[in-house]
């Protein structure tokens, strides 16, 4: 397994082209499911989005149940329980077209496929897993997930429901209650976490609905978005659960949680690329057709530099999210073949890139809900109409930076793990960072380079990037040491130069790799899309580098690292922002959808 790249080390390891992983590399059978998942949506999703729109819950069910039917809820699900264990890439692919239409349908799949099921995939017993999977991956029951509580969000460990055993030890009392639960209104099973007695840890249980045994439901909430995902308050009055039903051991609830929340992470970041594939090629549409000034408004630079926008943080984000699936792919697998069960490889793997999970869930949540604002803003007066399906993407985009733990908690996660990575050895910061400030001290070289090999000094900039990032973090934990996750507003910047790192990395290398199959020539859109996305995320790391060093570092130091963050943040030759613009909504507005 050595060869196997470990999670974060990204940062401190130069990746190959051909050791990733691109949406140029499915395979026919992975085409073919993704067809299929398309011909599912554009039949029952996409036709009726004035159902999802006025809160037809019963029709999420319905589509629910279809889906089960064609076997889409089973996809992760291992064979031996009903499902068809597809590869986490496939699993991948299925989230990422299933969820384009309306965020309500993908809330409801996502709620029941990820943290509805996982959990008891991944830490249930055999009899668990027996008894339970089948029906969910079926789709003949639902699931729903149950953590949040009034009091307890983002600290999601401070849940006050309680579980008490009985005097005859044979059941738990499960009382209190919980918040925010998606599908609540028609599961048949419910994750729910409890504290036993004063534990630091909450526990987790498998819980059937059954209204008779002490549950009560809260009305469905009235939302901003996400409209017919059935959204519901659950009361638990001493429920009884038998103690067979615990989840992995006593006070390992938490740890369930994060777990199966790493997984909804990069899933939840599938799910918001079809939606703006779909948003751009509705942009597109329209820009083509609504004529002003006697004239397309498509030929108007405002509106090109839009599309262009959108589409390269769409195509940045898409490569990003499947060379990070590949990463936890390749990790499951290495763990199989060394004789792990499923259960435990598919655990570590995707532990393993909790990093990427993080970064992947906050980077394209955002790029989502920039992608349905310009949507809007193309369609002017009519985008702020209902009759048109710009305002409710722009509206179901905006949970996406909210649930599966904030993009606030992500960004700080993404940073405060890869310093716990460090700390345990599992990847080297503290050599490289060294390294960096050796560099600082030396004199730079005034040599004229030779870029005359495709994106040689893009990649010359990532890796002066990387320095950058190492400079300010590994200053900040020189500094801070364990007190640093104190200083969040010195995170949040370390996490956004480390984020704009990964996705700007990831969109060259699928890009290079892509040259290099079918000729430099015929992906100049690519290219460009590629220099585009570097250009903004060297303007953003010198914007949230600054904001560091000057948070934490004065005087000379302070000099020092504002000379070197200008020294790994300079171009030789500074692209032309307006001419790649150009080249990339050329092409976008001539095939008239999204075509990258």
């Not at 299925?94 to 029941?112: E, N």
Request: contains cysteine.
């Amino acid at each position: 397994m050595e060869n196997i790249t470990r999670g974060g080390q990204f940062l401190v390891k130069e990746t190959k082209s051909e050791d990733i992983f691109t949406p140029e590399d499915f395979s026919e059978e992975q085409l073919m499911m993704r067809d299929s998942v398309k011909e599912f949506v554009d039949k029952e999703l996409w036709p009726n989005k004035d159902r999802f729109e006025k809160k037809d819950y019963a029709f999420t069910e319905e589509c629910m149940r279809k889906a089960g039917e064609l076997g889409l809820l089973g996809v992760a699900v291992p064979e031996a329980y009903g499902g068809l264990e597809m590869g986490f890439v496939s699993t991948m692919l299925v989230c990422d077209y299933i969820s384009g239409a309306t965020g309500s349908f993908s809330t409801a799949f996502g709620a029941h496929t990820g943290i509805g099921t996982m959990p008891i995939t991944l830490y249930g017993t055999e009899e668990q897993k027996k008894k339970y999977v089948p029906k969910l991956a079926s789709g003949e029951w639902f699931g729903a997930y149950c953590l949040t509580e009034p009091g307890a969000g983002s600290d999601a460990n401070s849940g006050k429901t309680k579980a008490v055993l009985s005097e005859d030890g044979k059941s738990y009392k499960i009382t209190g209650q919980k918040m925010w639960i998606s599908n609540a209104g028609f599961c048949s099973v419910f994750i729910v976490f409890a504290r036993i007695e004063d534990d630091k840890n909450i526990t987790g249980f498998i819980v059937e609905n059954v209204p008779a045994n002490g549950i009560t439901l809260g009305e469905e909430e009235h939302k901003l978005g996400i409209r017919s995902s059935s959204t519901r308050q659950v009361f638990f009055n001493d429920t009884v659960v038998p103690v067979e039903n615990m989840l992995a051991g006593r006070g390992e609830g938490f740890k369930i949680a994060m777990n199966a929340l790493n997984v909804g992470r990069i899933k939840l970041a599938a799910a918001c690329l079809d939606a703006q594939r779909r948003t751009i090629s509705g942009a597109v549409k329209y820009a083509n057709e609504r004529i002003q000034f006697n004239t397309p408004i498509a030929n108007f630079g405002a509106i090109r530099s839009k599309l262009a926008e959108m589409a390269t943080s769409c195509y940045a984000g898409e490569s990003a999210s499947y060379r990070a699936a590949k990463s936890i792919e390749d990790r499951i697998n290495a763990r199989i073949s060394e004789g792990a069960s499923h259960q435990e490889a598919e655990l570590k793997g995707v532990e393993e890139f909790a990093i990427e999970c993080s970064i992947l869930k906050v980077a394209v949540s955002e790029d989502m809900q920039n992608c349905s604002d310009e949507g809007i803003q193309i369609f002017g007066g009519m985008g702020f109409s209902e009759d048109t399906p710009m305002e409710s993407a722009w509206r179901d985009a905006r949970i996406a930076r909210i649930y599966e733990g904030t993009n606030e908690i992500n960004r700080m996660l993404s940073v405060g793990m890869l310093i716990k990575k460090a700390m345990k050895g599992h990847v080297d910061l503290l050599g490289p960072a060294m390294k960096v400030a050796e560099e600082l001290m030396g004199i730079p070289s005034f040599d004229t380079p030779d870029y005359s090999e495709l994106f040689a000094e893009e990649k010359e900039i990532i890796g002066k990037l990387k320095k950058a990032f190492l400079m300010v973090a590994g200053s900040a934990v020189q500094k801070y040491g364990p007190d640093l996750d104190k200083h969040q507003q010195l995170l949040m910047a370390a996490a956004d130069m480390l984020i704009e790192i990964y996705v700007a990395e990831s969109a060259i290398l699928r890009t290079e790799k892509s040259a290099k199959a079918n000729g430099a020539e015929n992906v100049k859109e690519q290219i460009a899309m590629a220099q585009l996305y570097l250009y903004h995320a060297v303007d953003t790391i010198t914007l949230k580098g600054k904001e560091g060093i000057a948070s934490f570092a004065e005087g000379d130091e302070q000099r020092m690292m504002l000379m070197g963050l200008r020294r790994f943040t300079k171009y030789v030759n500074v692209p032309n922002v307006v001419a790649l613009r150009e080249i990339i909504a050329d092409k976008l507005i001539k095939e008239n959808h999204y075509c990258y």
